[in-house]
């Protein structure tokens, strides 16, 4: 069955943390704080319009990506504009079909068209390392505590783009929640049970909020 790719409109804003909550919820903890996190993103300074793309299959939203605008601080006085994504979603009855991927190397395309140099990500090697993600370790650039582990990943846009850049990862503060807030946003959805997550590593906005 065909995927569609397309940009998000307003009126899918609703859809789609519909679905973001659908994906994430339990995953990674009981309930989740992604779909608020969609909703927080599109109104700061940080968010990139053009790489904010839904995946539609029969006409249905199924799969989603959202970008921000991020940094590493390269010396006390400059920084070095780097890109992130997450949360990404695909509905849970339509993962591992290729819709996920899809939705990361058309957005790793527009990005490239775009010029940005790097994608900085939290999430799980296994899966990012296909797109030809690295460890953040490779390149010296560290959490804001100096901190690499192997979830923290770096993707060169064109070769060499990152080359004598390190320092400190520093992405928008958009990725730090407040429970409160994501516990009434929530309650605007049907209820859903809350049951232990299954799963320890995540995106930016995920478990750990830093690595989503
Ligand atoms: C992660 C996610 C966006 C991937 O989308 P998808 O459409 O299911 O992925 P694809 O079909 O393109 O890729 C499937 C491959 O990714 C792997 N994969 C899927 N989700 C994964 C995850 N969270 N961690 C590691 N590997 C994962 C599958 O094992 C499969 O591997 P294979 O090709 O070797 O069999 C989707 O599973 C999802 O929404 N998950 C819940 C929310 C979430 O965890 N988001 C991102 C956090 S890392």
Redesign the pocket.
């Known amino acids: 069955m065909e995927i569609r790719l397309r940009s998000e409109f307003t009126e899918d804003y609703r859809k789609v943390e519909t679905l973001t909550r659908e994906?994430?919820w339990n995953?990674?903890h009981p309930g989740c704080s992604?779909h608020f996190l969609v909703h927080e993103i599109r109104r700061t300074e940080a968010f990139i319009p053009e790489l904010d793309i839904v995946a539609e299959r029969d006409k249905q939203l199924v799969?989603h990506i959202i970008y921000t605008r991020s940094k590493v601080i390269t010396t006390p006085h400059c920084s070095f504009e780097t890109i992130t994504f997450?949360?990404?979603?695909?509905l849970p009855a339509?993962?591992?079909?290729?819709?996920?991927?899809?939705?990361i190397r058309h957005t790793l395309s527009i990005a490239k068209q775009m010029s940005f140099r790097a994608i900085i990500i939290f999430?799980?090697p296994?899966?990012y390392r296909r797109f030809g993600f690295r460890s953040a370790s490779d390149f010296g650039i560290t959490t804001a505590d100096g901190q690499s582990f192997d979830a923290f990943m770096v993707l060169e846009l064109y070769e060499g783009s990152m080359k004598g850049i390190s320092g400190v990862f520093q992405h928008d503060p958009v990725f730090n929640v407040d429970p409160e807030k994501v516990a009434a946003f929530d309650n605007t959805f049907p209820v859903k049970e809350k049951r232990p997550g299954e799963?320890l590593?995540?995106?930016p906005g995920?478990p750990s909020q830093s690595a989503?």
């Open positions: 994906a994430f995953v990674y992604e799969g997450g949360p990404i979603s695909v339509y993962q591992r079909q290729g819709i996920g991927s899809a939705l999430g799980d296994s899966y799963t590593v995540g995106l995920g989503r």
